[in-house]
């Protein structure tokens, strides 16, 4: 499921909290980026239309119902066509040239590699 930035700024509070009532998501993102009430009960009705979110009585209780990781996978997913042409090899290495990682988790990226060991998806 492809979220606009607007849409996964809601998913986040809702993976943060779980199922909550839609003014502690206006709350939380007042707080956080300074949306008003309009705005993020527009946001949550997105949501709700694209099937990421569903809205209950009482007090429009909001649930997500698409997981973070899910969102994650596809988002990366995407960007790895879109500008690797799908080579998650030219993702890594660019990723590792222009940001690189620490010795700890030198050690866990080769200890998923080996655990994978060419598996395709």
Known sequence: MKLFDSERKVMEVLWDEGPVPARRVVEVLSQRIGWNKNTTYTVIKKCVEKGAVRRDEPDFLCTPLVERAAVQREETNALIERMFGGSSEL???????????????????????????????
């Not at 890594?92 to 998806?121: M, V």
């Open 91 to 121: 993702f890594f290495s660019s990723f590792l040239r222009e940001r690189g990682i620490g010795e700890e988790d030198t050690q866990e990226l080769l200890r998923l590699i080996q655990e994978k060991g060419g598996e395709k998806r």
